[in-house]
């Protein structure tokens, strides 16, 4: 199975004997470094905690429906004896196997989640077993609260995962009622359109994600905190009658700021783990807010969503939009002290000027939003900038070797190109016209680029062999 990792291990071991040669490294640091490559290789260990994982959570389902299938049958003393003795048994389990170091201790972490999963069985069933009534997304929040006492007890990544899995459904069962009719009869909604107290409990995760590094959890915490987001500002815009390119201009930023995040904590050795995770994640929710903001029913053009005339955004919408412009330039202004000197390299110094037309034109469209004759001029901006945004992430990624950057920006390429032509707005001879100009201007920013950078490589060069010859 291809695997970069070993791609990368096989090109070190023809470039370190040059590196040698050149005095870069050390001859006897070669094997060392070699070794510490390829103790970063766990694929052949992955794959059979993979399938205890899947394991557990099947036995854990099956567990469940045999509950199920008798419970009518059992009497109230043999329901909590069977509950308990099931609970127990798959953290007593899981204990033991972590104090022997039987087999594998990650096949303990995965008994550690079955007691996790059999934790809100108990809940429920015992509830039912004792007619106890109560809200539904207590029942939840208790589950999320008992994973994350079993994390700080044991620390355990699976367990983490499944308990911030836990919490996104909690978030997700505090909706007010009507926005997802098919939980309507299972719980009473929270006061208020936005769930604060989720950030309480997600924050309790973080510690321990932070201290033992765990990247999968760092990936699913940042996702459930976007997926928070983006139903809190949903379920705020219909509460006070926005517009969608309200919310999405916040998201915009959002996502702005996480990129951000993740570049800077780059340079900070504990957390630059998950810098990659923040940075990705951020620049998908830039991309997709960014493409959305590209689409003329976005700006009431043609029928917009909902009707054809946009109204004002509110006072709170843009307050909200301001604090979170200031926070992206404060961002990227600690982003720049940070980096300081070290580091003025082109794509780094365009991406900040990019920046500046950006919150430029979110400001603009805030400013005209609700007068008919600016649509036009604003939706023509979006599109322009999304399509210089693309360019610059690719010309970023492959600056940095970014692969992941660099296909989401063709992807997101394509998918603009694709929404203008089908787009029967516009007239045939005005589309042929916009993709013949938009051709030529990338031809040739393509060929000064390369000219650019073959004079930069020359120049190197010539320097290299100058120092030698003196």
């Given at each position: 199975?291809?695997?970069?990792?070993?791609?990368?291990?096989?090109?070190?071991?023809?470039?370190?004997?040059?590196?040698?040669?050149?005095?870069?490294?050390?001859?006897?640091?070669?094997?060392?470094?070699?070794?510490?490559?390829?103790?970063?290789?766990?694929?052949?260990?992955?794959?059979?905690?993979?399938?205890?994982?899947?394991?557990?959570?099947?036995?854990?389902?099956?567990?469940?429906?045999?509950?199920?299938?008798?419970?009518?049958?059992?009497?109230?003393?043999?329901?909590?004896?069977?509950?308990?003795?099931?609970?127990?048994?798959?953290?007593?389990?899981?204990?033991?196997?972590?104090?022997?170091?039987?087999?594998?201790?990650r096949f303990g972490h995965a008994m550690l989640l079955l007691g996790a999963i059999l934790f809100g069985a108990n809940i429920m069933l015992i509830a039912q077993a004792f007619h106890i009534s109560g809200r539904m997304p207590n029942s939840v929040l208790l589950w999320a609260l008992g994973a994350l006492l079993t994390t700080y007890l044991v620390p355990n990544q699976m367990t983490t995962v499944f308990g911030l899995v836990l919490t996104a459904l909690w978030t997700?069962?505090?909706?007010?009622?009507?926005?997802?009719?098919?939980?309507?009869?299972?719980?009473?909604?929270?006061?208020?359109?936005?769930?604060?107290?989720?950030?309480?409990?997600?924050?309790?995760?973080?510690?321990?994600?932070?201290?033992?590094?765990?990247?999968?959890?760092?990936?699913?915490?940042?996702?459930?905190?976007?997926?928070?987001?983006?139903?809190?500002?949903?379920?705020?815009?219909?509460?006070?009658?926005?517009?969608?390119?309200?919310?999405?201009?916040?998201?915009?930023?959002?996502?702005?700021?996480?990129?951000?995040?993740?570049?800077?904590?780059?340079?900070?050795?504990?957390?630059?783990?998950?810098?990659?995770?923040?940075?990705?994640?951020?620049?998908?929710?830039?991309?997709?807010?960014?493409?959305?903001?590209?689409?003329?029913?976005?700006?009431?053009?043609?029928?917009?969503?909902?009707?054809?005339?946009?109204?004002?955004?509110?006072?709170?919408?843009?307050?909200?939009?301001?604090?979170?412009?200031?926070?992206?330039?404060?961002?990227?202004?600690?982003?720049?002290?940070?980096?300081?000197?070290?580091?003025?390299?082109?794509?780094?110094?365009?991406?900040?000027?990019?920046?500046?037309?950006?919150?430029?034109?979110?400001?603009?469209?805030?400013?005209?939003?609700?007068?008919?004759?600016?649509?036009?001029?604003?939706?023509?901006?979006?599109?322009?900038?999304?399509?210089?945004?693309?360019?610059?992430?690719?010309?970023?990624?492959?600056?940095?070797?970014?692969?992941?950057?660099?296909?989401?920006?063709?992807?997101?390429?394509a998918l603009g190109l694709l929404t203008l032509y089908f787009d029967t707005f516009w007239g045939l001879m005005a589309r042929s016209y916009f993709f013949m100009g938009l051709g030529v201007l990338l031809f040739a920013g393509g060929y000064l680029m390369e000219r650019q950078r073959r004079r930069l490589v020359g120049g190197l060069a010539h320097a290299d062999k100058a120092g030698g010859a003196s």
């Open positions: 199975m291809w695997n970069p990792t070993f791609l990368y291990i096989r090109r070190l071991r023809r470039d370190l004997p040059a590196w040698v040669d050149k005095g870069w490294i050390r001859p006897e640091h070669q094997d060392a470094i070699l070794q510490d490559v390829r103790d970063g290789v766990h694929d052949k260990r992955r794959a059979p905690v993979a399938l205890a994982v899947l394991g557990v959570i099947l036995f854990g389902a099956g567990i469940i429906s045999f509950f199920a299938a008798n419970w009518a049958e059992m009497s109230k003393l043999a329901k909590l004896t069977v509950l308990l003795i099931s609970l127990w048994g798959a953290y007593g389990t899981g204990g033991w196997m972590l104090a022997r170091g039987r087999l594998d201790h997700l069962f505090e909706l007010p009622r009507g926005y997802f009719s098919f939980l309507g009869t299972l719980y009473i909604p929270f006061d208020g359109p936005v769930h604060w107290p989720f950030l309480v409990v997600w924050s309790l995760f973080l510690p321990p994600v932070i201290r033992h590094r765990w990247r999968l959890a760092g990936h699913v915490a940042t996702i459930v905190l976007l997926l928070w987001s983006a139903l809190s500002l949903a379920v705020l815009a219909d509460t006070h009658h926005a517009e969608v390119i309200d919310v999405l201009r916040i998201y915009l930023l959002l996502g702005s700021a996480l990129f951000i995040v993740g570049l800077t904590m780059m340079r900070t050795r504990r957390l630059a783990l998950f810098a990659q995770t923040l940075k990705n994640q951020g620049m998908i929710v830039s991309a997709a807010s960014f493409y959305l903001l590209s689409l003329r029913a976005v700006h009431g053009i043609g029928g917009a969503i909902g009707h054809e005339h946009l109204d004002s955004p509110g006072g709170g919408w843009i307050a909200g939009t301001i604090i979170a412009m200031a926070v992206v330039c404060v961002l990227v202004a600690v982003n720049w002290w940070q980096v300081g000197q070290f580091q003025r390299d082109i794509h780094a110094v365009w991406g900040r000027l990019l920046l500046v037309p950006v919150l430029a034109v979110l400001a603009f469209s805030m400013a005209v939003q609700g007068f008919s004759p600016y649509a036009m001029p604003v939706y023509l901006l979006f599109n322009f900038l999304y399509l210089t945004g693309l360019i610059w992430l690719i010309f970023a990624g492959y600056r940095t070797q970014d692969r992941f950057q660099v296909n989401l920006a063709f992807i997101g390429f």
